[in-house]
DNA sequence: GCACTCCGCTTGCAACTGCTAGCACAGGTG
DNA sequence: CACCTGTGCTAGCAGTTGCAAGCGGAGTGC
């Protein structure tokens, strides 16, 4: 019974992966306003592929990702995130990453990092505002 | 004649890619001394299937890569970028940290970058200055 | 000789990926 | 009305991916 539940729970969230990246493509579709034929042109796929891609009813390669993220004229990496090819390390990769760069002064770092937490915290302060109105 | 030409190029190409990720993966796997099935059980896929990835027979998808790394105690963006997955971007790991961050909107992340360069090229005309001098 | 373990590879197959041809619907034009 | 363009989707198919079963070879111990 336990064992059953768990594969059942596996399944669901298999499914919930393919709407994970399905959905954000769509959103990220909505927020340019260009129609799913359009984005499968700019992209170079079948727009039916595409549109099986949005409803989660097929898993795409990291090729294809790469070329809707060109289409959609956002990284890749965004997409391979969104489809669990990619981590994303929480609290610091960017951090991480500015730190140990050679090639900035201690001083750009800092500048660098505190517009990183500007914005962090814009689309913070956004989305609570966001959640707050609804 | 010439359009012959130009897409046998391509299909070898795409087949010197193939090469590339299984050459770097056997690479990898004799530098860790451990037998193709030994490493095809630490990563959880069969071991025809990483004889043929590695002679480039097949071309393996990122969740296989995924699998091969753990299996090979490496990072999957070092498969990734031997696959041509991923972009090794000059100034790496700040510019793919960046981009890969979701808290971030794809303007912001441009900003960042812009921010990121043009303190690099401050430094890098900074460092021809100094070798100038001496 | 035999049986066993390890090695890397061949083969055939099921499931999956990405495509083409075509559908139904909506809106606009003459 | 017919025709056109645009929209997103269905269905069937060819090619690809990843696997299991099994092969031949090498080495070891009885």
Redesign the interface.
């Known amino acids: 019974m336990d064992k059953k539940n768990s594969v059942d729970q596996a399944v669901e969230a298999v499914a919930d992966l393919g709407r994970d990246i399905g959905d954000y493509i769509r959103e990220q579709r909505s927020n340019a306003q260009i129609s799913l034929r359009q984005l499968a042109k700019l992209a170079g796929v079948s727009n039916p592929y595409l549109s099986q891609i949005e409803r989660g009813l097929r898993k795409p390669?990291?090729?294809i990702l790469?070329q809707i993220a060109k289409g959609l004229?956002?990284?890749?990496?965004?997409l391979?995130?969104?489809a669990g090819?990619?981590?994303?390390r929480v609290g610091g990769?960017?951090v991480?990453?500015?730190l140990?760069?050679t090639?900035?002064?201690e001083r750009?770092k800092q500048?660098?990092l505190d517009?990183?937490e500007t914005?962090?915290r814009e689309?913070?302060s956004k989305h609570s505002a966001d959640a707050t109105e609804e």
């Open positions: 390669s990291a090729e790469q004229r956002i990284s890749a990496e965004a391979y995130v969104q090819i990619l981590e994303q990769a960017v991480d990453a500015v140990a760069d090639e900035l002064t750009q500048v660098l517009v990183y914005f962090r689309n913070a």
